[in-house]
């Protein structure tokens, strides 16, 4: 079974519009890490974001925010006011407790940002 | 300060031969883990070496294998070459306290004839 679930292929957005990428994950440790990554076209994922399973509060940065909610085992990432240079890759990561030398990726969303 | 450096950054190698990856980690890293891409997926985790040492492998058959060298630097080997090994082949180097991101390099894509 899939331990991260970006069900969101592909989204296209005019530039200016915010748009929210959806991750969903499953566990059964109570102790986990989550992490965003972007991926350019150049291909190097770039880290975002890591929240640790106990602290689901929400968090912004810049034009970025992020929202941890362990009822629904989701953690979303917004952009707001999204610019060209957000078209990327996006990528949900989880990594476990019990496990955490191995990440696990979710398959991507595909961000195409048009002017 | 320097990020991860992986080589070469493509290749194109016949079914049946050998290939050979190599990383160097992010300075200050100790940590240096494979993962596998294919296109339109996520990354699939390989292994992982610290002090020299594999400390966990994915699902990947035993021609797959690597090496980490006393200054952190590391190789993944792949024999035997399939098909189904075309892939971009990210390194990612990171500390091995949990919860420490992964840090990658640009990958090297690999194209199997």
């Known amino acids: 079974a899939q331990k991260v679930t970006q069900a969101q292929t592909e989204i296209s957005v005019v530039e200016k519009e915010d748009v929210t990428l959806d991750c969903v994950y499953e566990?059964?440790?109570?102790?986990?890490?989550l992490f965003w990554y972007k991926q350019p076209p150049s291909g190097e994922l770039v880290f975002l974001i890591r929240r640790n399973s106990f602290d689901e509060q929400n968090e912004i940065s810049g034009r970025y925010s992020w929202n941890f909610q362990k009822s629904t085992s989701s953690f979303n990432f917004t952009i707001t006011a999204s610019q060209v240079v957000d078209s990327a890759v996006y990528f949900c990561?989880?990594?476990?407790?019990?496990?955490?030398?191995?990440?696990?990726f979710g398959s991507g969303t595909k961000l195409n940002v048009k002017p | 300060d320097a990020g991860v450096t992986q080589s070469p950054t493509h290749l194109i190698k016949t079914r049946g031969q050998q290939v050979t990856l190599r990383c160097s980690p992010k300075s200050g890293h100790d940590t240096v883990s494979w993962y596998q891409q294919a296109l339109g997926q996520g990354p699939q985790f390989i292994f992982q070496y610290y002090e020299e040492e594999e400390r966990q492998r994915g699902n990947f058959p035993d021609r797959f294998s690597g090496h980490q060298f006393p200054n952190y630097s590391s190789e993944l080997n792949v024999n035997a070459l399939l098909l189904g090994d075309s892939a971009l082949y990210l390194c990612?180097?990171?500390?091995?306290?949990?919860?420490?991101?992964?840090?990658f390099g640009n990958g090297t894509r690999l194209t199997v004839t």
């Open positions: 990561a989880l990594s476990e407790a019990d496990n955490f030398n191995k990440f696990y």
């Open positions: 566990t059964r440790d109570t102790t986990y890490y």
């Open positions: 990612a180097s990171s500390l091995v306290a949990w919860g420490s991101p992964l840090h």
